[in-house]
């Protein structure tokens, strides 16, 4: 048992409506794990209560070693949970350069290996975010979770609203970190970029874990029932 | 960038302008313009402490005034010891040097900083705003009623103290002295604002929760901010009295809080020489149109709603185009 992540039983409550009744998720080491499921059924609401945006309940919120659920969102980040928010959410008045350095911490990430890594990073250093396209806020995003040296790395919707030779940037981008080793716990609703990247995929309806496998062995009855396909 | 190129000629201006000005007044034997550009020069200084908690933190603070008076109050009381030849307390003599003032005044600034942020910074918005000003009206009621150091009718030093090789009793001396510490204290804030402190503190402005999910600690590092930016005011407030040889409440008071602020806003909010426009505009108005009428305040007043609803960047946004605050 080496596992990075550990969920177990999450609960979240939006004040007095109950959004997730017990999700079970589990990231092992340089795994990349899928989280899959309709609009509404809870992928992004389990990210944030996993990153301690919001209050929840679990039997089990582990991470590292570490039960989170006492900490606060930004300890959480710095145990080595780097996400990358749904909807890019880059600092608009701050520089590409000032971004990313923002968060940092020490390892094997720095300045010079992300704007290596996205050269359109280093290119436009000084601009600010809010002048860059989406493709390249999107770059930034994970260019700044990288800059904190995760050991999970959490992309929730990195895709989304991309034109398609951006994504396929993007996607080329996430199956080279995970080529490197690196964790990654994924939201996609593009399942044909998603599932060869991943090693095991959880599937949420109504807040709850479903059904949980490898991506080759999700069946048709749960991609019709679970997915809309 | 072309507007950043063109701050940088505005920032050249000012400074050049803060020196040139007395230089020539010396030139010309005007002592009374000296004392007015090295009044400038220190109001500056606590401009840019309060800048970098208002303008990079987003922390609107209306008691910095506290910080402020009680570096002012360092220097009075230090020297008041240093001349009757008593203890402070606990046989700790006074003193008449200033480095040694400077640096009680900073380090008692930056704790006092440091327990009222910790305090306050609890809370944002209105509330921020209005527990800072109540922990600086207890300090200023405090000092209005302790005798000890006169209370109400504060507290005279009649030889300014001592700067080595220095003789600050020449006004044109205390201004160099004075404009040397400003440019040191904005090239200080430069630095904060360009390294990784900087933009941490700047991505909470913009969002805490977002940044709180990069692993910043939003606390930590505004409380961070705030004392460094107590300090810087602190230092100014020490050198103040030594300007006007002179403590007394007011220092402390709210309407100080309100000048330091009001500095920030004509100049410029987060900008790098906002403090010495904003400080200078200010001293301006006191004294050109404080000679034409007693309600000089009144028309600063007017200048500054004119600001603060058309030219949101201040003087320097005004001439160098908006900025990240617009």
Redesign the interface.
């Known amino acids: 048992m080496n596992a990075l992540l550990q969920i177990d039983g999450l609960q979240v409550f939006y004040g007095g409506s109950q959004a997730l009744f017990g999700v079970e998720l589990e990231v092992r080491e340089g795994q990349a794990v899928a989280l899959l499921g309709r609009n509404g059924m809870g992928k992004t609401t389990t990210i944030h209560a996993l990153?301690r945006?919001l209050p929840s309940r679990a039997q089990t919120l582990r991470f590292a070693g570490r039960d989170l659920r006492s900490l606060?969102?930004?300890?959480v980040?710095?145990l080595g949970v780097?996400?990358v928010?749904e909807g890019r959410?880059c600092?608009?008045?701050?520089t590409v350069t000032?971004?990313l350095?923002?968060?940092?911490?020490p390892g094997a990430w720095t300045l010079e290996r992300v704007q290596e890594f996205f050269p359109r990073l280093g290119e436009r250093e000084?601009q600010?975010a809010a002048t860059l396209s989406g493709g390249e806020q999107q770059m930034l995003a994970i260019g700044?979770?990288l800059m904190?040296n995760p050991r999970l790395l959490v992309l929730d919707e990195a895709t989304e609203g991309l034109a398609p030779v951006i994504r396929s940037e993007i996607w080329a981008a996430i199956a080279a970190l995970k080529q490197e080793g690196l964790s990654i716990l994924l939201v996609d609703k593009s399942l044909a970029d998603l599932l060869p990247l991943s090693d095991h995929c959880v599937v949420l309806e109504r807040g709850r874990t479903v059904w949980q496998g490898p991506p080759e062995g999700i069946e048709e009855e749960v991609k019709t029932q679970y997915l809309g396909l | 960038m072309a507007d950043a190129r063109r701050e940088t000629i505005v920032n050249i201006v000012l400074a050049v302008a803060l020196f040139v000005v007395p230089a020539v007044a010396y030139v010309i034997d005007e002592p009374f313009f000296i004392t007015l550009a090295t009044r400038v020069a220190i109001l500056a200084l606590a401009g840019v402490g309060l800048n970098l908690a208002l303008g990079l933190g987003g922390m609107v603070s209306f008691g910095h005034a506290a910080f402020f008076g009680l570096g002012g109050y360092v220097a009075g009381v230090l020297a008041h010891h240093a001349f009757s030849g008593t203890p402070v307390f606990w046989g700790i003599p006074g003193t008449n040097q200033m480095i040694i003032i400077w640096i009680v005044a900073i380090v008692l600034s930056g704790m006092l900083a440091a327990i009222i942020g910790a305090l306050s910074l609890r809370t944002s918005g209105i509330f921020f705003i209005m527990i800072t000003l109540a922990f600086a009206q207890m300090l200023f009621f405090f000092t209005l009623s302790w005798p000890a150091y006169g209370g109400e009718d504060g507290l005279p030093i009649f030889v300014r103290n001592q700067f080595p090789g220095l003789n600050t009793m020449r006004i044109w001396e205390l201004f160099l002295l004075s404009y040397a510490v400003l440019m040191i204290a904005i090239l200080l804030f430069r630095m904060v604002r360009n390294a990784r402190f900087g933009a941490a503190l700047m991505a909470i402005r913009q969002n805490p929760d977002r940044a709180a999910a990069l692993g910043i600690s939003p606390f930590g590092v505004k409380l961070a901010a705030f004392a460094l930016s107590g300090m810087i005011t602190g230092l100014a407030g020490a050198m103040m009295a030594d300007l006007t040889r002179f403590v007394s409440p007011a220092m402390l008071a709210w309407q100080m809080s309100g000048e330091l602020i009001v500095i920030i806003i004509l100049g410029g909010v987060g900008r790098l020489f906002g403090p010495v426009a904003g400080a200078g505009i200010l001293v301006a108005f006191e004294v050109f149109f404080g000679g034409i009428t007693e309600h000089w305040q009144f028309w600063l007043g007017l200048v500054l709603l004119g600001v603060v609803l058309f030219a949101r960047g201040g003087l320097i946004g005004l001439i160098a185009g908006r900025d990240r605050h617009g």
């Open positions: 990153c945006m606060s969102s930004y300890q980040a710095r780097g996400l928010p959410r600092f608009p008045n701050l000032e971004n350095i923002a968060a940092a911490r000084n600010y700044r979770a904190t």
